[in-house]
């Protein structure tokens, strides 16, 4: 394959937007709730969180490969792997796979540098906290997406909806505004049910090395009940961002992209085969990337009216 395609599928590039996305949130919404908006510190907040999602992916992937997940998820039967495979498959050494890492974590750490010069010293608090989860999420001595204690889930809604929608805002405005973290709920919760649901392709395997996620502590059954209820606090979360003001009403449209969980949900059984879960995932990546964009356009819809 080309570099570029190569590039694309070590980084899992596809899923950038859930990082995107809540950037984007926090960044409008300092125009919308703040008045301001400068297009360089937007530009260098998103190649820098940008940068740092897909750092997060290939760590997680180094590490799977270290500790012996990445290849149990491949020799376990009727168990999908959701990692690159391009270290257990032998496409790319470890050297190469490290060196492409960190050189993500440096365009990363450059940004959250030249942001802190721009907008403020507290820029270190939000891209430091967003490193330690991202490096120790699957790296010892912490390990704790391995726990199986609820730590990663939490660690998501916090990297991936409280750190970047706030993050961003404080970028754009050197403040701190409580309608920002209000307004990351929502696509922090969504983006928690992606990873949530994708352990469920490969439990097995998890459970064979030794990683204790939620779904391999909770048993399958269980699991899929607590995935429902994922998905339920997430369109709460966004009914308070409307009622608190952090959003406006018509913000509410996003509650349409629950609709498609029904029926793949009903299909389910309390145990199935790895491959019926597939869907799941699948709308669980489009709900995320769906509802964040019908986020970012109703704010820039009520920034647009309100300067009319």
Not at 145 to 169: D, N, Q, T
Not at 175 to 184: F, G, K, N, V, Y
Request: with cysteine; proline share 4%.
């Amino acid at each position: 394959m080309d570099k570029l395609t190569l590039f694309r599928r070590a980084t899992r590039f596809q899923v950038i937007p859930v990082m995107i996305l809540p950037v984007a949130i926090g960044s409008v919404g300092a125009w919308v709730w703040n008045g301001r908006f400068d297009w360089l510190l937007f530009l260098i907040t998103i190649i820098g969180a940008g940068a740092a999602h897909l750092f997060s992916n290939m760590i997680n992937d180094l590490w799977d490969y270290r500790s012996g997940v990445d290849v149990a998820a491949r020799e376990t039967a009727a168990t999908i792997s959701t990692n690159s495979g391009f270290l257990a498959n032998g496409t790319l050494s470890v050297a190469v796979f490290a060196a492409m890492t960190w050189s993500l974590f440096g365009i990363a750490a450059v940004c959250g540098v030249l942001l802190t010069v721009l907008s403020g010293y507290e820029v270190l608090l939000f891209a430091g906290l967003g490193g330690l989860i991202a490096y120790f999420y699957v790296a010892p001595p912490i390990r704790f997406g391995y726990r199986g204690k609820g730590y990663s889930e939490l660690a998501i809604v916090i990297a991936f909806g409280v750190l970047p929608v706030m993050g961003s805002h404080f970028v754009q405005t050197s403040e701190l505004d409580w309608r920002s973290l209000w307004a990351s709920l929502p696509i922090g919760l969504l983006t928690t049910l992606i990873l949530f649901n994708h352990h469920f392709l490969h439990w097995r395997a998890d459970q064979a090395a030794g990683k204790k996620t939620l779904v391999v502590v909770f048993g399958e059954a269980r699991a899929l009940q607590f995935s429902k209820l994922l998905l339920a606090l997430a369109y709460l979360a966004l009914i308070a961002a409307v009622l608190l003001h952090s959003l406006p009403y018509y913000a509410l449209i996003g509650l349409i992209t629950i609709l498609p969980f029904i029926r793949i949900y009903r299909a389910l059984q309390p145990s199935n085969p790895s491959p019926a879960y597939l869907p799941l995932m699948g709308v669980s990546v489009k709900a995320a990337i769906r509802c964040g964009a019908i986020l970012v356009v109703c704010l820039a819809v009520q920034g647009i009216l309100a300067a009319i």
